[in-house]
């Protein structure tokens, strides 16, 4: 499960995950996590603003798409890439 809850941390209290001070701007609280996505509870991903990246939607969806990818890695047990959507990557 990822997730994106945005600023308002209060769902990741609830549950219990590990939580600490925001950077950004209007940002008080967000789930602490690694470089991956994780947060301190196994099977429990965290992206974006409430993972604490800078407050852009380029840079927040990004980071959604870098927390499925390494979760995607992770169940299938190798690094997951799926280009064949891409015509120009088809050989
Ligand atoms: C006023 C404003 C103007 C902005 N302008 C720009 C701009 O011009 N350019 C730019 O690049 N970025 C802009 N941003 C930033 C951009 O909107 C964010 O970077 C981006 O939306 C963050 O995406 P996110 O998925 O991390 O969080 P969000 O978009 O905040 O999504 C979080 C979602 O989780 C939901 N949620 C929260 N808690 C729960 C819960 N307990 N249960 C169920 N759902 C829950 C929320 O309702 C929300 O739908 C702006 C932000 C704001 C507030």
Redesign the pocket.
Known sequence: MIL?????A??AETIGLKTKDGQERYVKTIIDTDSAGHTSVEGIWA????AGVS???????GD?AKAAINLLSELKGERYTDHEAVPSAKH
């Open positions: 994106a809850i945005g600023a308002n209060k769902l992206a974006g603003v409430a407050v852009h939607t380029i840079v927040t969806s959604g």
